[in-house]
């Protein structure tokens, strides 16, 4: 190979592979020099909890991406869970049931998707923004349009979202393992493998006898179950659940798993990617409130990494970016 050749496989191929991977560590670098507390242990640990919860929901948004879908509805799978927890938690069941209880209903949220869009051929995006719509007036319903206050939940509520193992974050503790068996999942199981290839040719795995409406329905009961999670950590964190507690999540959620098709595996989603970005997203959030800048420059700097993350895939990268289904 020569020299020229070499350059360009780096530039093309290399690069954008790790390209979000060096955003974060020059982030992380000038924030420090611009704040040294920006790097103390304390510090460290708010970001990387804040990472934890809203990497979890990212996973959620990501499954859908991964096969050609949609799914607008992961803060209303989160938003019904966290209710019926803290609906149940303390005063009808124990809390670790009710967490089951809260994600086997944020479950159905991911079946009624399927059923519209795979029965009625309902176009995944209006599908989830329309069972959106429902759920999140069934979460208004039943917490009957007010705040749950953790006034009422056993004191073991708050440690899915703000306790402790070993001095370690417990949200930490459940990002990884969630990470270990998501990544075990899309990456070493027939099911993961069918996932990306139903998003990469359809047409061409309905011929090779995939069952395509099996597997898009197991994709958005799973996206649906990670998303309730998220969402009772998110309420275990702020000791409240308020009517649209998941919505809070759900943006950040969707933009980092796009943006994690740009690293590790540029052109393709991937739990990898996903964490990367995530990561890169909660850096900077605390990064800005950290050197006591102003709010709107979270948003601002976040939004110059995303366009120019997926500018430079779209340039060295002949496939560019996985699209979704709109039909």
Do not use: H
């Not at 708050?158 to 068996?181: D, E, N, W, Y």
């Not at 779209?314 to 979704?324: D, E, F, H, I, Q």
Request: charged share 10%; aromatic share 8%.
């Amino acid at each position: 190979m020569t020299k020229k050749n070499t350059l360009r496989n780096i530039f093309r191929v290399e690069m954008p592979k790790y390209i979000l991977v060096a955003a974060c560590i020059i982030a992380v670098i000038v924030f420090t020099v611009m704040e040294p507390r920006f790097l103390t242990a304390g510090n460290v640990m708010s970001f990387l909890t804040t990472a934890s919860i809203s990497g979890i929901m990212a996973f959620a948004a990501m499954l859908p991406f991964a096969c050609g879908e949609v799914n607008f509805a992961v803060s209303s799978s989160g938003s019904i869970a966290a209710t019926v927890v803290g609906l149940l938690a303390g005063s009808v069941m124990p809390y670790i049931p009710s967490i089951l209880v809260g994600v086997v209903a944020a479950s159905i949220v991911g079946l009624v998707i399927s059923a519209l869009s795979f029965k009625l051929n309902v176009p995944s995006l209006i599908a989830s923004l329309g069972v959106a719509k429902l759920f999140d007036g069934i979460v208004e319903k039943m917490a009957d349009n007010k705040t749950l206050l953790s006034s009422a939940w056993p004191d073991s509520f708050t440690f899915m979202g703000q306790g402790k193992i070993l001095g370690m974050s417990a949200a930490l503790i459940i990002l990884v393992l969630v990470s270990v068996i998501m990544i075990v999942i899309t990456d070493k199981t027939r099911f993961g493998r069918y996932i990306f290839a139903i998003g990469a040719n359809k047409a061409a795995c309905r011929q090779s006898g995939i069952n395509l409406e099996l597997i898009k329905t197991m994709t958005f009961v799973v996206s649906s179950i990670l998303a309730g999670l998220s969402g009772i950590m998110l309420a275990s964190q702020v000791g409240q659940v308020t009517l649209l507690s998941g919505n809070s999540l759900m943006m950040n959620a969707i933009a980092a798993a796009m943006l994690g098709a740009t690293c590790i595996r540029p052109g393709r989603y991937s739990i990898q990617g996903t964490i990367v970005a995530i990561l890169l997203m909660s850096i900077l959030q605390n990064g800005v409130i950290c050197i006591g800048a102003a709010t709107q420059w979270r948003t601002l700097i976040q939004g110059v990494v995303f366009v120019f993350a997926v500018g430079f895939i779209s340039m060295t990268r002949k496939g560019g970016l996985p699209a979704v289904s709109m039909t």
